[in-house]
Every structure is written in structure tokens, then in C-alpha cells.
T-cell receptor
Framework: AQSVTQLDSQVPVFEEAPVELRCNYS??????LFWYVQYPNQGLQLLLK????STLVKGINGFEAEFNKSQTSFHLRKPSVHISDTAEYFC???????????WGAGTKLIIKP | ETGVTQSPTHLIKTRGQQVTLRCSSQ?????VSWYQQALGQGPQFIFQ???????GRGNFPPRFSGLQFPNYSSELNVNALELDDSALYLC???????????FGPGTRLTVT
């Protein structure tokens, strides 16, 4: 069964600095990969997705992620963060069946002024 | 295009009671998935409905049940509430055959 590991529970970073949020998955089959953002007391919003094609995918709010099949990773990056990026970020991978998503535990992005 | 809506926003129930949570799909979406998100954790898949039938289920007991209506809206019912059922319940809609899911704001359930 697939699983998702988000290696950092919290990532503090200064405003305007770059950030990388790490995500690794375990799967022996083709997968679809997603990053979602959850602002405080809100639902989940899709940031970006990898379904096929180019391994570098661009999403909303200046985020991008790179699919690395050999390392089974899908790390999320942003070259310059803003205070408004303060949120929790979840990585998800397609499940075995029925189009369910398997989720990581989340990474809290903390922006320091 | 209307997004996914959920009601109520917050709910407080007592252990042993029953609860019904509601979800309206995004316009044009015919599949609804429900997730439980405990504090500090990622969402856990409860089940998915397509064409008013359960289309897959996660590791949740039978006291978690659901319905989907002809207009694709959905309900999540939980019987015999336990303290551990306290969580944010998220509904997501999608098109059949797609992993791309759109989430509602969630219902925060507190069981005392």
C-alpha cells in the first residue's frame, strides 16, 4: 500500500527567503502526486499536481514541485516566501483504487518577519 | 461555478449520540469523498460515493455511513459517537475517474 512521508513537521523560514518542503512516497506503480495548502480553520486548496509529462510542475502562488521517480520524491519549492504563505502544506499520492488520496502528516510553514 | 460547501461549520455532540454532516458538490462534479482530519494529522479517507453508491471505503467502522443524492450532494452519518471521533470532517468533490479533488471548508465536530 502507498504511504507518504513529509519529513519535516515544521519549517521556519525568513520572509523573502526560499523554502523547500519535502515529500517522499512509497509506491511500486505509477502514481499521481499532489500538494495541497490548508490555511488556519479552512479546508484544503489544491496547489499543484503531477499526473504525467514534465517532472517540474508549477502551481498557484509561485510554488513549484519536482517529481523524482528514482528518489520517489515530490518536493515543493518557492523561491521567495511571503507572510501570507503561512499555512500547513500536505502532500498526497493516489491510492490503490477508487481514486482515493493517501496523505502525509503535513508540514507547517512558519514565516519569520 | 459554486464551490464545495459543508454544513454545519461547527458541532458539539455528546458521546453515544448520532450526527449527520452535509456536503454540496462543486457544480458538475458527480463524485464525493469524505475524510477525517484529526488535530495535527493529515486527512484519512473514510469513503467515496459515485452515482449514489459507495465506491470505496477506508479503515473506518460501519458506524460511519453515508448517502449520496441524485443532485450529487452527500451526507456523512456517524452513530454511537466516541471521543476519538472529534475531528475536522472534510468533503471533497471530483469528476468520476479523476484524482483531482476539491475540498469544502470542513465541519469541526467535538465529542464530549
Amino acid at each position: 500500500a502507498q504511504s507518504v512521508t513529509q519529513l519535516d513537521s515544521q519549517v521556519p523560514v525568513f520572509e523573502e527567503a526560499p523554502v523547500e518542503l519535502r515529500c517522499n512516497y512509497s509506491s511500486s506503480v505509477s502514481v499521481y502526486l499532489f500538494w495541497y495548502v490548508q490555511y488556519p480553520n479552512q479546508g484544503l486548496q489544491l496547489l499543484l499536481k503531477y499526473l504525467s509529462g514534465s517532472t517540474l510542475v508549477k502551481g498557484i502562488n509561485g510554488f513549484e514541485a519536482e517529481f523524482n521517480k528514482s528518489q520517489t520524491s515530490f518536493h515543493l519549492r518557492k523561491p521567495s516566501v511571503h507572510i501570507s504563505d503561512t499555512a500547513e502544506y500536505f502532500c498526497a499520492v493516489s491510492g490503490d483504487s477508487n481514486y482515493q488520496l493517501i496523505w502525509g502528516a503535513g508540514t507547517k510553514l512558519i514565516i519569520k518577519p | 461555478e459554486t464551490g464545495v460547501t459543508q454544513s454545519p461549520t461547527h458541532l458539539i455532540k455528546t458521546r453515544g449520540q448520532q450526527v449527520t454532516l452535509r456536503c454540496s458538490s462543486q457544480s458538475g462534479h458527480n463524485t464525493v469523498s469524505w475524510y477525517q482530519q484529526a488535530l495535527g494529522q493529515g486527512p484519512q479517507f473514510i469513503f467515496q460515493y459515485y452515482r449514489e453508491e459507495e465506491n470505496g471505503r477506508g479503515n473506518f467502522p460501519p458506524r460511519f455511513s453515508g448517502l449520496q443524492f441524485p443532485n450529487y450532494s452527500s451526507e456523512l452519518n456517524v452513530n454511537a459517537l466516541e471521543l476519538d471521533d472529534s475531528a475536522l470532517y472534510l468533503c471533497a468533490s471530483s469528476l468520476a475517474g479523476s484524482y483531482e479533488q476539491y475540498f469544502g471548508p470542513g465541519t469541526r465536530l467535538t465529542v464530549t
